[in-house]
C-alpha cells in the first residue's frame, strides 16, 4: 500500500471518516485485554497501583506465570449489544492490544519482564473474522520492563510501546505480512516524583503526533509527558528540542489523546486525576498550557491518589471523556474549537467499580467501559449531538478487563 493510501486509512480511523450510522450498522468484533485474576499482580482495591516485576532469579530462570485469557465479543452497532464470544487466546499479562486497520492483526502488550535483560514482549496476533478466534504470528521484546501501552502508526508501519517497570519507550517495525520486526530504537525517560509510586521513570503509555514526526510518552512517574522525534526512515527515537513537558509535582501523567485537528493534546494525570490541555506546535514538537481541570473536587478523606484512568475525544472534536476510579466516574466535556478550552458536561457512574478504561466504538454512538474490579464490561450510549452519556443496562462478565479493542467488520 502506498503512503498516501496509508494515510488516507489512518485519517479515516481517526478522524472518524465512517460510513453513516444506519440501518447498514456491522457486527464489530472486540478484544479485551485484561488483568485475570487478582493473583495474577493486579492492583489491590482502591487504586491503580502495581507491583514492579522483579528480576529473574538465579539461573535466569522467571518462575512460570498462569497465562491470562484474551476474550473476544460481538458488538452490535445497531442495538449495542455485546455478546460475550469467550476466551481466545493467553499470554501472561495481556492487558493492552492495538488493531492493524489494514489487516486481520491485532497487537498486545504482555506486561511482564523487569528490565534490558529480562523484557517485556508485543506479540502480533491473526484474527479469524468468523470465529474471533486468534492465532500467534510472532512475538518481540519491549527492551524495557513491564510493557504497559501499545500503539500502532499505519502511516509508518511501527508499533510503539511503553514500558511502565523502567521507563523505556520503543519502536517496532511491521513487516509488510503484518508480523513485528525486532526493535529499531528506544529511548530511556528519566526523573522521578515527590509521591511513593514516582521512584523512577514509569513510562505509562505512548501516542505518535498527527504529522508522524513526534511520539509522545506520558510518564507517570517523572511527572512529564516526554517528547521524541521520529525518522520514518529509520524508525528512530530521538529527543526532541524541547524533550518534555513539566508537569506539576506529584501529578504523574498517564494517558493522552490528541484534537483531531492536531492542534491541542489532552492529558489525564493518574496520582491526581486532571486533565491537562495544551497547544500542540507539530512544527518543533513543542507543548504550550492551555487549562488544568479536576475531574474529582473533593476527594474522600485519607485518599492518597485520585486515580485518574482514561483520556479520549469524539471524532469530530468536540467532546472529551475522561474516567476516574476513585469514585467510578466517567465525565464529558464540551471543547471549544477556537482555543481549544473544555468545560464539564456531565459527571455519571461508569455502572461498576475502577473504571480502567473505556473505548467509542467505530459509529461513535457507543462507549465500552471496562470496570476492571467488577469484571465488568458495561456499555454506554453516547447523544451525537450533546456528547453526553446514558446507562443502557447491558454488559459482559470479563475477569478484571483493562482495555478494550474494536476490530470493524
Known amino acids: 500500500m502506498s503512503r498516501f493510501s496509508c494515510l488516507a486509512a489512518w485519517l479515516g480511523l481517526t478522524l472518524g471518516a465512517l460510513p453513516a450510522y444506519a440501518a447498514t450498522a456491522t457486527s464489530d468484533l472486540v478484544y479485551f485485554g485484561s488483568h485475570g485474576t487478582q493473583t495474577q499482580g493486579a492492583p489491590p482495591p482502591g487504586g491503580g497501583n502495581r507491583p514492579v516485576a522483579a528480576g529473574p532469579p538465579a539461573g535466569g530462570q522467571r518462575p512460570p506465570q498462569k497465562p491470562v485469557d484474551i476474550y473476544a465479543a460481538r458488538f452490535d452497532e445497531a442495538t449495542g449489544q455485546l455478546t460475550l464470544l469467550g476466551p481466545m487466546a493467553q499470554l501472561a499479562r495481556p492487558t493492552w492490544m492495538t488493531a492493524n486497520p489494514e489487516k486481520p492483526i491485532i497487537y498486545s502488550d504482555n506486561e511482564i519482564g523487569s528490565g534490558p535483560a529480562d523484557p517485556g514482549q508485543v506479540v502480533a496476533f491473526k484474527i479469524d473474522p468468523a470465529s474471533g478466534g486468534l492465532s500467534e504470528i510472532n512475538r518481540v521484546g519491549a527492551v524495557g520492563g513491564g510493557t504497559t501501552y501499545v500503539s ?53 503509555s505512548v501516542i505518535i503526533d498527527p504529522s508522524h514526526h513526534f511520539v509522545l510518552v506520558p510518564d507517570m512517574g517523572a511527572d512529564r509527558v516526554f517528547v521524541y522525534k521520529f525518522d520514518d526512515a529509520t524508525r528512530t527515537l530521538s529527543p526532541a528540542a524541547t524533550p518534555f513537558a513539566q508537569f506539576p509535582p506529584g501529578t504523574g501523567p498517564r494517558h493522552a489523546v490528541f484534537s483531531p485537528n492536531g492542534r491541542y493534546l489532552y492529558v489525564m494525570t493518574e496520582l491526581t486525576a486532571e486533565i491537562h490541555s495544551f497547544a500542540w506546535d507539530a512544527a518543533t514538537g513543542s507543548l504550550t498550557p492551555i487549562q488544568t481541570f479536576k475531574t474529582i473536587n473533593k476527594p474522600p478523606a485519607g485518599a492518597l491518589t485520585m486515580d485518574g484512568a482514561e483520556v479520549a475525544i469524539s471524532a469530530n472534536g468536540k467532546f472529551l471523556y475522561s474516567s476516574t476510579r476513585l469514585d467510578n466516574s466517567i465525565s464529558v466535556y464540551a471543547i471549544d474549537a477556537r482555543n481549544g478550552h473544555f468545560a464539564q458536561i456531565q459527571h455519571i457512574s461508569s455502572q461498576g467499580e475502577n473504571p480502567w478504561s473505556f473505548t467509542i466504538d467505530p459509529s461513535g454512538h457507543w462507549m465500552l467501559v471496562t470496570d476492571e474490579r467488577s469484571s465488568l464490561v458495561a456499555v454506554l450510549k453516547i447523544d451525537p449531538t450533546s456528547g453526553k452519556l446514558t446507562a443502557t443496562g447491558e454488559s459482559i462478565k470479563v475477569p478484571h478487563p483493562v482495555s478494550a479493542t474494536f476490530i470493524s467488520g
Open 152 to 204: 500502532f502508526d499505519p502511516v509508518t508501519q511501527t508499533v510503539f510501546a511503553s514500558n511502565f517497570n523502567t521507563g523505556h519507550v520503543v519502536a517496532i517495525p511491521v513487516k509488510p505480512d503484518g508480523s513485528l520486526g525486532e526493535a529499531s530504537s528506544s529511548q530511556l525517560d528519566y526523573g522521578k516524583g515527590p509521591n511513593r509510586r514516582q521512584p523512577g521513570p514509569h513510562a505509562h
